[in-house]
């Protein structure tokens, strides 16, 4: 079957640096998606890789090796603003989007 | 600015009654939306997935006459809550991808009580 594995919760201090690891496993590979999830509001776009390697925007990077099946979400200089649910999404073989249950980050001040 | 927009974002309504929920994709054209829904501190769940000028295309146990879809254009999916419950208060939300390898542009979703 196809999975998708990412922590269910973390803890991080605001002004740090947190790192949100994705491991999966699907039937073909099309590319990699994280989105961003505040409560009560619909995910946003952050990143998508397709090949292997890191990708930076701001203060978000994303890493995927498509050997190892494994993707990460590098948050630096984290904000409160920053405290949601982070996905990982796998687009497979039939272009289906697989999604994780998502990461709860919690900043605290 | 948002290219998937939804319609309406909140729903009250009493139980029996039905409701329609409006997906549109702004400035691109989408033969394929999906249908989300997502309860309270849970991930989302995939619901079906709306196929333009063909029939959607459901996941296992989600009822196809309960939960009516119809794309009738490039623009443009609807998800329609038939004789609505209290069990189906939750949060649905509908995506549509630019292209086959491009990110799912999200709607606000739209949040739907049934008292």
């Known amino acids: 079957g196809q999975n998708i594995d990412q922590p269910t919760e973390m803890t991080a201090t605001e002004g740090a640096i947190v790192q949100i690891n994705c491991t999966y496993q699907t039937s073909g590979f099309n590319g990699l998606f994280w989105y961003q999830q505040h409560a009560g509001e619909a995910p946003t776009f952050l990143s998508y890789n397709v090949l292997d390697g890191l990708e930076e925007k701001g203060r978000f990077s994303s890493f995927l090796s498509r050997s190892k099946g494994y993707s990460y979400l590098l948050l630096k200089e984290l904000q409160m603003k920053d405290s949601a649910s982070y996905l990982c999404?796998?687009?497979?073989?039939?272009?289906?989007?697989?999604w994780g249950a998502g990461t709860k980050l919690i900043i605290k001040p | 600015g948002a290219v998937v927009s939804q319609h309406p974002s909140w729903v009250i309504c009493k139980s029996g009654t039905s409701v329609k929920i409006e997906c549109r994709s702004l400035?691109?054209?989408?033969?394929?939306m999906f249908w989300y829904r997502q309860f309270p501190k849970q991930s989302l769940m995939l619901m079906a997935t709306?196929?333009?000028?063909?029939?959607?295309?459901?996941e296992q146990g989600v009822e196809k006459d309960k939960f009516l879809i119809n794309h009738a254009s490039l623009t443009l999916s609807t998800l329609t809550v038939t004789s609505a419950h209290p069990e189906d208060s939750s949060f649905y939300i509908c995506?549509?991808?630019?292209?086959?390898?491009?990110?799912?542009?999200f709607g606000d979703g739209t949040r739907l009580s049934i008292l």
């Open positions: 995506s549509a991808p630019q292209g086959d390898n491009q990110p799912q542009h």
């Open positions: 709306s196929n333009e000028g063909s029939k959607a295309t459901y």
């Open positions: 400035d691109f054209q989408a033969t394929t």
């Open positions: 999404a796998v687009l497979d073989s039939n272009y289906q989007l697989i």
